[in-house]
């Protein structure tokens, strides 16, 4: 008998034991279904607040993160004594530096060739006036000396004869004229069609590509030319 209730006894508490362990495997699967759906909840959001947002929205975050880290590095590098740039330079491989360096240049002077004249133009009077050095103390002594009214003319103001320029700025605009010869100069002319050039060639690009090879090996076809043209090559 004795024996009898203790297996009732034992058979009790491992049911309960099961039913324990069962509950608390179910909470636990609560608590990571509870975590679960807030962890899909806020990504939802988060996919939709991306969603909202400019599309270069990722690029201009990277950007101004990059340029908050070149403000640092700058400051770190300025308490120190360093120049930036060199320090900079140091820690990039020459072929990003050079590409920096490029792109930088075409930044100071954006000449993509010819667009059209009023883009000539306005580049021209860009660099022009980037070269200026104004003297302030001449301006104010022009202004006191023609006046006001003769200094900011309308249209209805006659200002020939009226402006008086100093010895100083006629040379600076002579200088000015000779750089721009000498620069001028060092362009490459068009070069002209000679009439009497013997033609060897059946179109334009066998043209260029004549000039090549007699570029690089006319000096060992001299001969040969010479004797087909004469007759007497064998």
Request: proline share 3%.
């Amino acid at each position: 008998m004795s024996s009898q209730s203790q297996e009732g006894s034992s058979g009790t508490s491992s049911s309960g034991s099961k039913m324990k362990d069962f509950n608390q495997r179910f909470r636990d699967l609560h608590k990571l279904r509870q975590k679960a759906r807030k962890e899909n909840h806020e990504q939802v959001v988060e996919e939709d607040r991306r969603s909202k947002l400019p599309k270069n929205h990722e690029a201009k975050k990277e950007r101004d993160q990059w340029q908050v880290k070149e403000l640092q590095d700058r400051k770190e590098a300025e308490d120190k004594g360093l120049n930036y740039e060199r320090v900079r330079n140091l820690e990039m491989s020459a072929d990003v530096t050079e590409k920096l360096e490029q792109k930088r240049k075409r930044k100071k002077n954006p000449d993509q060739g010819f667009a059209s004249y009023e883009d000539m133009t306005l580049r021209q009077h860009t660099r022009l006036t980037a070269a200026l050095d104004p003297d302030l103390d001449s301006y104010k002594k022009m202004k006191e000396c023609v006046g006001g009214e003769q200094f900011y003319p309308t249209a209805d103001t006659l200002i020939h004869g009226n402006h008086y320029p100093t010895t100083s700025a006629m040379d600076r605009l002579v200088k000015d004229v000779h750089g721009q010869v000498k620069r001028r100069e060092q362009y490459h002319r068009r070069r002209l069609y000679d009439p009497d050039a013997p033609i060897d060639y059946i179109n334009e690009k066998n043209k260029k590509f004549n000039k090549k090879l007699d570029k690089y090996y006319g000096k060992y076809t001299e001969d040969i030319k010479d004797d087909l043209e004469r007759g007497t090559a064998i």
